[in-house]
């Protein structure tokens, strides 16, 4: 037995020491074998076939050359390797696989790493995933062909693969996509597969560095992918993916995306962020340009099951350096939908107006923008990509919106800007709405505004530029704009007004038809609520003070509609004006009590004009130079001047006015279409035309006058320059007071000649006229044809003596120039009385004849003789201060004067003198001589007479009985003296008394009186002496 176990132990030790020496053998062997591969690399591509039969490589495969090479490890290196499948095409310059070390004792191949050099792949996609559509009869499943690998049949010999400087061709749907430089990492673990990659992808020419991450879990559905692409050319690149026609986006960017793939094929969980750098947005038919910005960078999430693209933590910065917040999302279904939204804190108005759209009304709001301070600013794009953007039926719209400050515009040329306004600003969809707060406008205060620009896209309709504010200031600063802008040239008129008002403003300006200089561009409706407002009125320049007043500016019409006082009188009124032709077309309605008197001044016209209080309804209406005029009025101490006769009358008791027609300013026609008056006791209706440049051609009607219970006419009548006067009685008094108590200014020569040339021909048929008392003259007729000459014949009754007299003045048929004058005066004294020529005359038959002389139908001088028998001289204060320095002041204490038996005196008148010769009056008391000459127009008198009492005379002829011896001497003594009248103004007498003058030599003192005055052709001294002082020039 124990010999059987050393039997037994010998064997086995023999074994092991066999086993002992044939792997120290088999060691030396293989060291010698390793020495000799190191240096010779061992030549195994005989093995190629074996590893085919193994399926280790495809039979399609070719290898150039397989060698083994012996390091610290077993090299496996291969070159110029191609392989060809259904799948994939694969061309390897260079492969190096490290043979894991257990793999030489398994006899199987693996190994630690495999690096590819220099490999040339392309990969159709479309068929892998086609075939497993087949296998599972399910769709294209992309998750299921990364989670089995069998795509990978390199990860059967390797856990780690390096492939460098490669190219990669995939072909996915349709479309081959080239990588190049690139570089792949396999990594599997006992848990994940790790995929990374890095490479050029060239688009449009354009090289873009990519990398794809990848990690497939063995123990997750769940595959985590990062895909990251730098110096992507976006634009380009979303051409190749999608046509978009209006809407552009580019930039130099870089995009990392984060997506998860479930076993459901579908991406969940997709992030990422872009960054843009050098780029711009550009939208056709809303921006004429680019908008362009340095810098963007923004975060989003990605919904391919929705077609959904989320936005957020966008930062932009633009060219302006504005740094801009950006969210929104984009969905991309039917059609792409596209909401991004922009906002920064703080920026300049010329800065973000560049985020405007460019469309027709944005030219001009550029020009008329000056500043502003912008904050809150919103830019927000909504819907689809479309070339309509007005956001109805689904089409994209707008919405931007900004706070302002410190904001300057204008937006009318003449126009003051808008300064210091703070509001915002929103633009949506098809409107532009702009609100103020506040703001200031010259010199108002706006207290808030709004305007809106609409609509923006609707291509068939103008852009209105709507306007609303509520403003206050001073009426001088509104009239001043509204001045300059209208050129109204209302400077002079303008300046007097001062006060508050409160302004609505409502203004639509078309911008189409301002641009393209159309005319009905703009619409305005300004509402003025004014206080306390103090100016000029425009029609009869007085001052008025308004305490209530209403305006309203239309495009077409200015309204003013006031209450207040005007010359401390109250008045409402209401002015319309035509705008754009301001002071043509004139309305105005007056209710108000002022100065009649103003409707002269203002209309300046030779007619009926009235003075004092008017309560009225006056309406004016002016088309051109035409001023319409309908007056309704109550008449308080008014003083009715009709200054064609010279007619002035104060009345104190209330009356009425009512008046109808017109003033042609340019023609200075006034049309009197009808009138009726009833003031007091003064009552007239009828009609009257007034050519103020042609009086000749005047026209006027007037019936049933009736003036207190003296005048009481039929007719009243200028036709054809012939003035007809018909009626029961007519009271000339208050005609003659018209120099002492008319308001009127004095008239020229022109206007006098202007009346005068409207009446040619007089026609006056009355029962009584009533001329300085109550008396009167009865069946008077005046005939006068007062053209070129006076000619005509003038009867009348004296109703106080039951006298007939007249005054004929006839044509001399040798002298058209010449007219007889031929007068009998039954009572001379009652004529002149009545007339108001001289009060202090009694009776008295008087004859005046002669001649009067005309030329160029102007009266140039008078040549007449006066006789008047039997009158009596009641008062003569000159007369009675020259009787009294003789002693005979008695004469004139008798209550009957001194009577007279005869006077005759010759008269010639020319050139506004008066002068008389051979002027005699014989009396039973007292005798007269007289000579000299009156100046009516320097009031200057220069006469010389003697004056003889009668009386002595008389006593001293009573003792002498021859009256020849009496005119040849004797010692009988007369009385007597010499005067002068004289002086300018108030006339002055000088009494020479003549001390003791026999009778012999009366008719030698009565020779010296006519020779005492000098002639001069009419002119005396002394009055040629008053009129060079007074530079009043004598006719030559």
């Not at 302006?320 to 108005?349: M, R, S, W």
């Not at 103008?462 to 001073?474: M, R, W, Y």
């Not at 042609?694 to 054809?720: C, G, H, P, R, Y």
């Not at 004296?798 to 009572?827: G, W």
């Amino acid at each position: 037995m124990k010999k059987l176990t050393r039997a037994v132990k010998n064997t086995i030790s023999h074994i092991m020491h066999f086993i002992v020496y044939a792997f120290v053998s088999f060691v030396f062997l293989l060291a010698c074998f390793a020495m000799y591969v190191k240096i010779n690399p061992l030549d195994i591509s005989f093995l190629i076939d074996k590893l085919k039969d193994e399926k280790i490589l495809v039979k399609e495969a070719e290898v150039k050359s397989l060698y083994l090479v012996f390091d610290k490890s077993f090299i496996l290196k291969a070159s110029d390797i191609s392989v060809k499948s259904e799948y994939a095409n694969v061309y390897l310059k260079y492969a190096n696989m490290r043979l894991a070390r257990a793999s030489i004792f398994t006899a199987t191949p693996s190994f630690r790493e495999i690096h590819i050099e220099n490999a040339d792949i392309y990969f159709d996609l479309d068929k892998v995933l086609a075939a497993k559509q087949a296998e599972t009869k399910q769709d294209k499943n992309i998750h299921s062909t990364l989670k089995n690998y069998s795509y990978l049949t390199i990860l059967n010999l390797t856990k780690n693969v390096d492939i460098t400087n490669s190219h990669v061709a995939i072909k996915y749907n349709e479309s081959t996509q080239e990588l190049n430089d690139i570089n792949i990492q396999l990594r599997k673990t006992r848990s994940n597969l790790d995929f990374t990659s890095e490479g050029i992808y060239t688009i449009n020419g354009h090289k873009t560095p990519i990398s794809l991450d990848m990690s497939i879990p063995d123990n997750s559905e769940l595959i985590d992918m990062t895909l990251e692409l730098d110096s992507l050319h976006v634009k380009e690149t979303l051409d190749s993916i999608i046509k978009l026609d209006t809407f552009a986006i580019d930039g130099l960017g870089n995009i990392k995306v984060n997506a998860k793939l479930d076993s459901n094929n579908h991406f969940k969980n997709i992030t990422g962020s872009a960054k843009l750098k050098n780029g711009f947005v550009k939208i056709d038919n809303v921006y004429d340009n680019k908008l362009t910005f340095e810098k963007a960078n923004v975060d989003f999430d990605f919904d391919p099951d929705n077609k959904f693209v989320k936005f957020y933590n966008g930062k932009l910065t633009d060219n302006q350096n504005i740094k801009f917040n950006i969210f929104g999302d984009l969905t991309y279904k039917a059609e792409p939908l596209f909401n991004i939204t922009v906002t920064t804190d703080k920026a300049k108005l010329n800065d973000v107006f560049t985020y405007i759209p460019d469309m027709s009304f944005k030219p001009w709001v550029t020009q008329h923008l000056f500043k502003a301070d912008v904050s809150n600013f919103l830019f927000g794009y909504y819907g689809p990509f479309r070339k309509i953007m007005d956001g109805e039926n689904g089409n994209p719209y707008f919405d931007i919106r900004a706070d302002f400050d410190n904001l300057n515009m204008y937006y009318m040329n003449g126009i003051p800007k808008v300064e210091q306004a703070k509001g915002n600003f929103r633009m949506l969809k098809n409107d532009i709405i702009i609100e103020i707060e506040k703001a200031k406008h010259s010199e108002q205060s706006i207290k808030r505004a709004s305007v809106k620009i609409s609509p923006l896209f609707k291509h068939n309709e103008d852009l209105i530029i709507n306007v609303k504010a509520l403003s206050s200031g001073s009426v001088e600063d509104a009239l001043n704009v509204v001045n300059t802008k209208l050129n109204l040239q209302q400077d002079e008129l303008f300046k007097h007004y001062k006060g508050l008002q409160e302004t609505q403003t409502d203004i639509k300006l078309n911008l189409a038809r301002l641009i393209n200089d159309k005319d009905n561009f703009i619409k305005v409706d300004v509402i003025s609520d004014i206080s306390e407002i103090i100016g000029i009125d425009p029609v009869f320049k007085q001052r008025f003070e308004a305490t209530d007043s209403i305006l309203r500016i239309t495009e077409e019409d200015f309204i003013l509609d006031a209450s207040g006082f005007l010359n401390e009188n109250p008045f409402t009124i209401k002015l319309e004006e035509k705008l754009l032709e301001f002071g043509k077309h004139t309305k105005i309605n007056v209710t108000s009590n002022f100065d009649s008197f103003l409707l002269k001044q203002y209309v300046q016209i030779p007619s009926l004009n009235l003075s004092g209080l008017v309560f009225s309804d006056l309406e004016l209406h002016k088309e051109g130079s035409k001023w319409n005029f309908d007056v309704d009025a109550n008449l308080e101490n008014n003083l009715v001047n009709f200054s064609l006769l010279n007619y002035t009358k104060p009345y104190s008791k209330p009356g009425i006015l009512n008046a109808k027609g017109y003033f042609d300013i340019d023609k200075n026609i006034l049309d009197l279409q009808s009138a009726k008056i009833d003031i007091d006791d003064f009552k007239a209706n009828g009609k009257a035309k007034v050519l103020i440049d042609d009086l000749a051609a005047s026209t006027a009607d007037f019936k049933n006058i009736v003036i207190k219970d003296k005048t009481k006419l039929d007719e009243f009548s200028l036709k054809s320059n012939v003035l007809n006067l018909t009626g029961d009685s007519l009271d000339i008094r208050p005609f003659t007071m018209a120099k002492s108590t008319s308001t009127t200014d004095t008239k020229t020569d022109e206007q006098a000649d202007k009346e005068k040339q409207a009446i040619k021909k007089l026609n006056i048929r009355l029962k009584h006229m009533y001329l300085n008392d109550d008396e009167g003259l009865l069946d008077v007729s005046i005939l006068l044809n007062l053209e070129n000459t006076f000619t005509g014949i003038i009867k009348a009754l004296d109703k106080a003596n039951a006298q007939k007299f007249y005054l004929r003045l006839s044509p001399d048929e040798t002298n058209k120039n010449k007219v007889k004058v031929e007068s009998l005066i039954p009572n001379f004294g009652n004529a002149l009385r009545k007339t108001n020529i001289f009060k202090d005359m009694n009776s008295g038959f008087g004859i005046l004849f002669g001649d009067l002389y005309f030329e160029n139908g102007n009266f140039d001088f008078a040549d007449l003789k006066l006789n008047i028998k039997k009158f009596q001289l009641l008062k003569a204060p000159l007369l009675a201060k020259a009787l009294a320095s003789i002693s005979l002041e008695q004469l004139l204490t008798k209550k009957e004067g001194i009577l007279f038996d005869d006077l005759y005196v010759e008269i010639r008148y020319e050139d506004g003198i008066l002068k008389l010769t051979n002027g005699k009056v014989k009396g039973p008391s007292l005798g007269l001589l007289v000579n000299g000459a009156y100046d009516n127009k320097t009031k200057t008198s220069d006469l010389k007479g003697t004056i003889i009492p009668v009386v002595k005379l008389n006593s001293v002829l009573s003792n002498i009985p021859v009256l020849g011896y009496i005119l040849t001497g004797s010692q009988g003594a007369i009385s007597g003296a010499d005067f002068t009248i004289y002086g300018t103004g108030k006339q002055k007498i000088s009494v020479s008394p003549l001390s003791i003058v026999t009778p012999g030599i009366v008719k030698d003192v009565f020779d010296s009186v006519y020779s005492s005055v000098s002639s001069n052709n009419g002119e005396s001294k002394a009055i040629k002496k008053a009129r060079k002082k007074a530079k009043v020039e004598s006719k030559k």
